[in-house]
């Protein structure tokens, strides 16, 4: 039985084990997200396979993330996490012996792919809760920044790094290692305080309790526009790492063993924008900077797909993070802060059913549009349609 939180904010050793946690789970995410595609494009050197896999890992979001909100605000989250990182360590071992046996085909790789972001839409929204109630809400810019800090040394700089090393030894030896990473951060994470859950209630039907978060958040002006910019961009973005990995083979001619350096630039990129972010909101004013990151994260997708040298995407690719986490590190900071505490899982994964849950859509039609035209069309597309959105949302933004 975990303690309570006493003193909260970033500084306290109960946020500083969240971080560790976070971390440790996101380096083997970043291993998996970079080898999971990866190995699939090796494998198959199909855009229709790439874009199946794709699908699978972000489907969850559509049919998971909703109900799964609303269990993390009946159970206690310290435990939901554990439980989930626990699971996705079975599943990532299971997944390198299969590939370590050679017999991983397309469909265990998209099976392996639904049940890891399945679980994994539990993890993120109990680890939302977590981060609201240890950090307090006088801290909660600099949480998230610190969030996306984590997220982007663990899950774009540190895993990619490793996954670029153990995919040229075995990719097997990329999934043993996520799974490593889960039974580590399940230590950190039973080591964490209990939250209180005064006001957070088990009364009431999962259909009532559905009703309630998607009300909140339909209801709320600030966060319909948040999820319109969010869901559009998100799809966009689908599109655009569905077919990352088979791009970078096919149509910048990179070694398969360097491809997770492109993720390793975009983590750099990143790392400037979650501490920019923060910096640059109090003097310009936080919907100029939000529309100034999605606007710039257009004109990124469009320049890599247009001119496919080397140095132009390296480029591109570290605007990819620099404006990803600006963006993200104000719009959850917002989204928090319109978002009563009892609500919070529900809320939060309400929000990304809706954000995030049309991804597949994205990363459905990123191969067969790459198949019937060009894999820099896919780019071309996603950055105008970000771009366009900035334009059509500064307002709205504006406004709340």
């Known amino acids: 039985m975990g303690r309570a939180i006493g003193v909260k904010g970033v500084r306290t050793a109960e946020f500083r084990l969240l971080t560790g946690a976070w971390v440790t789970s996101l380096v083997g995410d970043g291993v998996r997200t970079v080898a999971l595609p990866l190995y699939t494009a090796v494998s198959t050197r199909s855009p229709l396979a790439a874009s199946a896999v794709a699908v699978a890992v972000v489907l969850p979001w559509l049919v998971v993330a909703f109900p799964a909100g609303v269990l993390v605000d009946r159970w206690r989250p310290r435990l939901v996490v554990a439980v989930a990182h ?11 012996y299969t590939v370590f046996t050679d ?30 109630e240890i950090a307090g809400p ?39 290692l996520d799974a490593l990473t889960f039974v580590v951060a399940t230590f ?15 009364l009431g039907t999962l259909r009532s309790q559905l009703v309630e978060g998607a009300s909140h958040l339909v209801h709320t002006r600030g966060l319909r526009v948040l999820v319109l910019a969010v869901g559009i961009s998100a799809v966009c973005a689908a599109a655009v790492n ?57 004109v990124a997708f469009a320049v890599f797909g247009a001119v496919p040298l080397l140095p132009v995407a390296i480029a591109a690719v570290f605007c990819f993070g620099l404006a990803s986490a600006g963006w993200n590190v104000l719009s959850a900071t917002r989204r928090q802060r319109l978002t009563p505490t009892p609500l919070m899982g529900r ?15 994205g990363a459905g039609l990123a191969g067969p549009l790459a198949a019937a035209t060009s894999l820099g069309t896919v780019y071309l597309v996603a950055g105008g349609v970000v771009v366009l959105t900035a334009v059509a949302l500064a307002r709205p933004l504006a406004r709340t």
């Open 86 to 96: 626990t699971f996705r360590a079975v599943v990532t071992g299971l997944l390198a």
């Open 103 to 132: 017999s991983a085909s397309v469909a265990v790789l998209c099976a392996a792919g639904f049940l890891l972001t399945s679980a994994e839409t539990f993890a993120d929204t109990a680890s939302q809760v977590l981060l609201v």
């Open 138 to 176: 006088d801290d909660l810019e600099q949480a998230n920044g610190r969030f996306v800090t984590a997220e982007t040394v663990g899950m774009d700089l540190a895993g990619p790094l490793a996954a670029s090393l153990l995919f040229w030894w075995n990719p097997a030896a990329c999934f043993a």
């Open 188 to 202: 950190f994470v039973l080591r964490l305080p209990e939250v209180p859950r005064e006001g957070h209630t088990g």
């Open 242 to 298: 569905a077919m990352l990995a088979l791009y970078s083979v096919n149509v910048l001619g990179m070694p398969e063993q360097l491809m997770p350096w492109l993720v390793v630039v975009m983590a750099l990129g990143a790392l400037l924008g979650a501490r920019l972010s923060p910096a640059l909101a109090p003097r310009l004013g936080n919907a100029p900077v939000m529309v100034g990151a999605l606007a710039l994260l257009g």
């Open 347 to 361: 809320v939060t994964s309400a929000y990304r059913v809706l954000a995030w849950g049309l991804s597949p859509i």
